[in-house]
């Protein structure tokens, strides 16, 4: 339904990079969003769900996500069981995101599926889709860039941004974000 | 009155990490800076230290708060004669946070006194305070970790993220934010 | 006319760095690119043009800006031809900013053309201008600092924070930002 029509796509010189049907369709969600979530009470997570599944996006059990969460498409998300998107998280999922189960995206962080190619002209937008594995922790106001795959466990330190791929039960800080150290947990008590 | 019981807290889980007396004195701070000071004019700081001292944070003479700073918990905030906390700027002081006299934080900078125990199945949440010494310049954008000390005069630049020890006269910069240079300064004119 | 009085500048102190003439127009401007720009449709890119024009901004044919953008002084502003100024982003121009011709700013990038002598013991304001060529890119969450000067072509990669200058036809990512390669683009289909 999300088709990028690489072909006719002119950013620069205001060409749209989505279809009409596209955009209208995210007029509608933002303002539903708007209306429906952007100021409810933090505990109403149930009702958060309930709306985001009704717009297309694909939310596990549990999924904790706050009004003041940002998502560019419903459609193009999909959560883990019990994961939670914390206040002013910015998913930018022109192309698709998938956050695995029990991670926590903390406040401000942002998520970024799309880039321009800039080798081109004409500056095409490029979709290139996201993937965080389960029980990870992206901290506070922490940036992952396009393309970027994390493996499960791993952090991501607050203000950390990270392009490339990243290990799982790993450590990660900095910008660009570079490995620190494993990360070891212990069993549960 | 804030304390931590963190043999019960399962923030995974939704579990609250804060007392129920807590959250709801964090609503009705929340509530009472958003009527009383939020879109008071810049020059009435007077007005915003009286607010700030009725919540309960400490605030030394002549400091300066403007309206769009965001204070998690007034308790927990002790600010230095003419200390300046610039617009936007976000104090996430679920941990104490002292800053000095003298000391500039610039706009949109964020100082954060609390993380998580990476190592703790269930995540627990930790509180670690931040101090800030005299006549310090926290610049726009920048980041200040849970449980940094910065010693007297000492800068960190704009968009620099801070995670260790800073000594005193000194300039950082980057992320993670490293030393760059000693400050010297001028004699008084 | 927005002449800075080093001499009589004392910020620590409460001092204003500007004139009152200065500070009255800046209300002025403020209020009116809420009234008359702020919630306008993404669309209305010759009305906004229109709009900054009449305050004093040098803005080239078909320049887009969004209304969510941050100016603090349009008279400090210079935009080239068919450049664009993405959703979020803060031109904070006390000093001079000169954007070129189809350069990319997107979506809340910061560039900041002041800073503060930190060897001064009143911690004078200074404006450093900030120019920018044409055709580059400065990406999602970028920061440009104070004094800064970038070539033709140049990309500054998502949340990079750059502090010098910055050659043509390259790509400089990180914070500090640090050159990564050269930009190579193909002829134009």
Redesign the interface.
Known sequence: MIALDASTTR????GASFSLSNRLFRVFWGVAWFVLARYTPPPL?GWRRLVLRAFGAKVGR?A?VYGSVSIWMPHHLELGE?A?IGPGVRL?NQGHIRIGA?T?VSQRA?I?AS??D??????QLLLRPVAIGDRC?I???A?I?PGVTMGDRT?L?????L?GKAEADS?Y????AHFLKT???????
Chains 1, 2, 3 share one sequence.
């Open positions: 950013p620069l010189e205001g997570h549990g904790r019990n939670l930018y029990w926590v942002h970024c880039s321009h800039i080798a081109d002209p004409h500056f922790w901290a506070a106001e940036f860039g952090v330190a607050a203000r950390g941004a392009f450590v800080t900095g910008n660009p990360r070891q947990m212990r069993d549960p008590a």
